[in-house]
């Protein structure tokens, strides 16, 4: 973390160039703190969002995930019982692994799909709305419709479709298009998936 982009976002100012957020900034009486020392905040969170780096490794065709792993680990050891929303770029399988290591069931995957530049214009008009969780678990499936409604509170168009599935198949729908970019492969990526009502 770049302790002047901290002190940039707590005086009103964008870190990135970005039109929307430096428009936001200007414009709207923000309730948002940056802080470095993440203990303090995830200590009274109700929700935690995983937005770390996963740089990816063209030639070993691996993405580090360990900046997500280090967070899940700080989270943890001061906040075990909250709910983590992994929004970084993830290999397949890589939420039930890390629930399994971890002994934890309170982690699930959301998938962004933000174009450089835009990702403000990205969250506000969103294409889709993604939230892999296990559905069979009770918890899990509340705060997948939670977190889903939070983003649709925060959008501005509010006719977007709301997918849910499993984590693994929402790593997938997020990864492949990438993949594909990367290998220049020709991967169809048409899923059929269940769309859940939001009632």
Not at 54 to 72: C, G, H, P, Q, R
Not at 133 to 156: I, R, S, T
């Amino acid at each position: 973390m770049v302790e002047d982009k901290v002190r940039q976002i707590n005086h009103g100012i964008s870190p990135i160039q970005d039109e929307y957020i430096e428009k936001f900034h200007l414009e709207k009486e923000l309730n948002l703190t940056a802080v470095l020392a993440g203990k303090s905040a995830y200590q009274g969170a109700d929700i935690v969002i995983i937005a770390a780096p996963t740089n990816y490794d063209s030639k070993l065709n691996f993405f580090d995930t360990s900046a997500v792993e280090n967070v899940i680990r700080l989270v943890l050891s001061v906040n075990p019982d909250v709910v983590m929303v992994i929004k970084s770029t993830i290999t397949v399988g890589f939420t039930k692994g890390i629930r399994e290591k971890y002994h934890t069931s309170n982690i699930i995957f959301s998938p962004e799909f933000l174009r450089e530049s835009k990702a403000l214009y990205d969250n506000l008009y969103p294409s889709r709305i993604i939230v892999g969780a296990d559905l069979e678990d009770e918890k899990q499936a509340a705060v997948a419709k939670e977190f889903e409604e939070l983003l649709q509170e925060g959008a501005e168009k509010k006719e977007t479709d709301i997918l849910y599935m499993g984590t693994t198949e929402a790593e997938a729908v997020k990864l492949f298009p990438i993949r594909t970019w990367h290998c220049g492969c020709p991967i169809s990526t048409n899923w059929t998936l269940t769309q859940r009502s939001k009632d």
